[in-house]
């Protein structure tokens, strides 16, 4: 899964990207208006952490252009401002969340789940498709009951196509959603094609009900056996 937290104070920028990656996230950050927009328009999130307090202007300019545009990612305001004018215009922009700031890590992660949780997964911890079942609490993986062993890129690959499941995938979509922007620097897709031949092998192996099919120069798709 992938947030990006927007945030000018560094220390705060700091302490949640260092929090969220332990929690498994892939994790971008920004700390103006401008550098987030310019984010916005190049890649997709699963969430962001909107400060409204940036000093190029306001946080709500963002939501007011991710409504234009019809962005669709999940926002969560994390702010000191906390009067209810504030978390009204949020929320009526069509923010999902606002934490006030100060706020205990642990309850950011579970805000983050809890967008995730409504926007992909009808609000459940679980996801189920033919035998395979994926815990997005625990990050673990089971077919038939039974732990895969994945690897942490392997399982957020497996996530990531369970979000989409019998959708055509590309290459490039699939890169930059588990392993960010920095997939800017690679020359080839040859590790993307490392991870998937390991994880299409596991998945066989336990007789999983599902497999990720090629659909040649593309990119591939989840669909069941």
Same mark, same amino acid.
């Not at 991710?66 to 962005?71: A, E, Q, V």
């Given at each position: 899964?992938?947030?990006?937290?927007?945030?000018?104070?560094?220390?705060?920028?700091?302490n949640?990207?260092?929090?969220?990656?332990?929690?498994?996230?892939?994790?971008?950050t920004?700390?103006?208006?401008?550098?987030?927009?310019?984010k916005?328009?190049?890649?997709?999130y699963?969430?962001?952490?909107?400060?409204?307090?940036?000093?190029?202007?306001?946080?709500?300019?963002?939501?007011?252009e991710?409504?234009?545009?019809?962005?669709e990612?999940?926002?969560?305001?994390?702010s000191?401002?906390?009067?209810?004018?504030?978390r009204?215009?949020?929320?009526?922009?069509?923010?999902?969340?606002? @934490?006030? %700031?100060?706020?205990? &890590? =642990?309850?950011?992660?579970?805000?983050?789940k /809890? #967008?995730?949780?409504?926007?992909?997964?009808?609000?459940?911890?679980?996801?189920?498709?033919s035998n395979?079942?994926i815990?997005?609490?625990?990050?673990?993986?089971?077919?038939?009951?039974?732990?895969l062993?994945l690897?942490?890129?392997?399982?957020?690959?497996l996530?990531?196509?369970?979000?989409?499941?019998?959708?055509l995938?590309?290459?490039?979509?699939?890169?930059?959603?588990?392993?960010?922007?920095?997939?800017?620097q690679?020359?080839?897709?040859?590790?993307?094609?490392?991870?998937?031949?390991? @994880?299409? %092998?596991?998945?066989k &192996? =336990?007789n999983?009900?599902?497999?990720?099919? /090629? #659909?040649?120069?593309?990119?591939?798709?989840?669909?069941?056996e």
């Open positions: 899964m992938k947030v990006l937290i927007i945030e000018d104070e560094q220390d705060m920028l700091l949640m990207k260092t929090f969220l990656e332990k929690e498994m996230f892939v994790v971008e920004a700390t103006s208006l401008l550098e987030a927009s310019d916005i328009g190049v890649y997709s699963d969430c962001i952490l909107l400060d409204i307090n940036l000093k190029d202007g306001s946080g709500f300019q963002l939501l007011e991710l409504k234009s545009k019809k962005i990612d999940g926002v969560i305001i994390v000191a401002r906390n009067s209810l004018d504030d009204l215009e949020g929320l009526n922009l069509g923010a999902d969340d606002y @934490l006030a %700031k100060p706020f205990h &890590m =642990a309850e950011l992660n579970a805000r983050v /809890a #967008v995730l949780r409504r926007r992909q997964f009808n609000g459940n911890n679980k996801i189920s498709i395979l079942s815990d997005l609490e625990d990050h673990k993986a089971t077919i038939k009951g039974e732990l062993n690897n942490r890129k392997e399982f957020e690959i996530l990531f196509f369970a979000s989409n499941q019998n959708r995938v590309n290459k490039s979509a699939l890169a930059e959603h588990v392993w960010g922007d920095h997939i800017d690679a020359d080839n897709f040859e590790f993307i094609y490392s991870q998937i031949k390991n @994880l299409r %092998k596991k998945l &192996m =336990a999983a009900g599902v497999a990720i099919k /090629a #659909v040649y120069g593309i990119g591939y798709k989840l669909v069941e």
